[in-house]
């Protein structure tokens, strides 16, 4: 949402407001490092142990996960937990799934 001290969104309407204020102000560029946003955000769907809030972490990116061995780790760590990780690929990269971060059981187009 642009606002560091309180990352929070409230619903869909929360999530599309902010992904388009985002389009306007956020450049992107490398590296592509995951984990830290993935564990960040694990740590306060962890903080909510009944399970009151759910929380969706959509990252946009336009490079190759550099960080792969530790963003897996994260999100296996994380599968527990009341989030769901949507990774969305724009621009030239390679998005095909070879680096090993295509889609996983349960994902639309998933095994």
């Known amino acids: 949402n642009g606002d560091a ?3 929070s969104c409230s ?3 929360g999530i599309l407001e902010a992904y388009h204020k985002s389009l306007k102000s ?4 490398g590296p592509t490092n995951f984990a830290p946003v993935v564990n960040h955000v694990a740590r306060a769907a962890a903080a909510v142990p009944d399970g009151s809030q759910y929380f969706v972490l959509l990252i946009i990116t336009d490079g190759v996960i550099s ?3 530790q963003t897996k780790e994260a999100i296996v760590n994380a599968a527990k937990l009341p989030m769901s990780i949507i990774i969305v690929g724009v621009g030239q ?3 095909d799934g ?3 971060a295509g889609p996983g059981p349960g994902a639309a187009g998933g095994g």
């Open 5 to 7: 001290a309180n990352p």
């Open 26 to 29: 956020v450049q992107l560029y």
């Open 93 to 95: 990269a390679e998005f």
């Open 67 to 69: 960080d792969m061995a």
């Open 98 to 100: 070879k680096s090993g």
């Open 11 to 13: 619903g869909i309407e």
